[in-house]
């Protein structure tokens, strides 16, 4: 079992930054990918950015493509999601995700793990 807990989540203005940490305990010598999805009100969760600790291989959403940047720390621990340029669309809760399959990163159902989500607003 893994378990994830996200922080830094918060309220700021569109143009502004925040950066969310995931840490995850557990079983984390198992993990093969960890993700960041969001949900904003309404509508379904969808894929934000993900990445393969074996070499580091990194996957963006078109939405925050060049805005977003993921990564994580040497002992796999923990993941980062650094949002610049924030707008009113990205908006929503954020969760953290992990897997051990070797299968896709973009997708929901390809990740086992889940943290409890931190809420994101971007004001206009």
């Known amino acids: 079992q893994v378990q994830l807990v996200e922080s830094g989540g918060g309220l700021v203005q569109a143009g502004g930054s925040l950066r969310l940490s995931c840490s995850a305990s557990g079983r984390t010598s198992s993990s093969y990918k960890m993700g960041w999805f969001r949900q904003a009100p309404g509508k379904e969760r969808e894929f934000v950015a993900g990445?393969?600790?074996?070499?580091?291989?990194?996957l963006y959403a078109d939405s925050v493509k060049g805005r977003f940047t993921i990564s994580g720390d040497n002992a796999m621990n923990t993941v980062y999601l650094q949002m610049n340029s924030l707008k009113p669309e990205d908006t929503g809760v954020y969760y953290c995700?992990?897997?051990?399959?070797?299968?896709?990163?973009?997708?929901?159902?390809?990740?086992?793990?889940w943290g409890q989500g931190t809420q994101v607003t971007v004001s206009s």
């Open positions: 995700a992990a897997s051990s399959r070797y299968s896709a990163l973009a997708y929901p159902n390809t990740f086992d793990y």
């Open positions: 990445i393969r600790w074996s070499g580091r291989i990194t």
